[in-house]
């Protein structure tokens, strides 16, 4: 009688907090093409602060990164400025709240973003930016023999760049020139 007592209290336990649970995920696979097609903006640029912190219900977490853009490859963004985003998840009092699928974000790293503006669906405005197809949309810089690289953030490891079918093979950690994907970016804009 107690086990049953007790099972029962664990499953109601367990349903109330399901609620909580947010599942994001990308279902689709884009191209080079699509991502680029898709994007108002494709920078390079390295993350000089975020700061998470609570919704106002205080049921998630949300982290603003501010980005210094160090190249404009499409859009409006110039050199030297500043892009704010926010994004689900962060890490507050040494409890983080991940989002699985979804970028990673450590400050003074570089990355490639292809952003789409969010506009307000009330004014119309340009409230914030996002990155295309979740994490698909940021490629990390790394250095490798002097050389700056690019690698997937995301756990995509096949990178298909066009209708052509050529791609690029992310996986186990292969990384790729990072002027090389400049230039197949722009090669598909």
């Not at 599942?23 to 998470?52: G, H, P, R, W, Y």
Request: with cysteine; net charge positive.
């Amino acid at each position: 009688m107690l086990r049953k007592v007790f099972l029962s209290c664990l499953i109601l336990l367990i349903l109330s907090h399901l609620e909580s649970i947010r599942v994001f995920a990308q279902n689709e696979e884009l191209t080079l093409k699509e991502m680029c097609n898709q994007s108002t903006d494709i920078v390079v640029a390295k993350i000089v602060a975020k700061n998470s912190y609570y919704s106002f219900d205080k049921k998630d977490v949300f982290t603003d990164v501010t980005l210094k853009v160090t190249k404009k490859i499409k859009g409006k963004f110039k050199t030297n400025e500043e892009i704010k985003i926010k994004t689900y998840g962060g890490t507050i009092d040494g409890i983080t709240t991940l989002i699985v699928g979804g970028p990673s974000f450590q400050e003074n790293t570089s990355s490639v973003y292809f952003f789409e503006e969010k506009k307000s669906t009330k004014t119309g405005k340009i409230e914030n930016h996002r990155i295309v197809g979740f994490s698909q949309g940021k490629f990390d810089i790394i250095e490798e023999k002097n050389e700056k690289k690019v690698k997937r953030d995301s756990g995509f490891t096949r990178f298909v760049l066009d209708d052509s079918g050529e791609s690029l093979d992310f996986s186990h950690g292969k990384s790729f020139s990072l002027d090389n994907f400049i230039q197949q970016i722009t090669k598909h804009l």
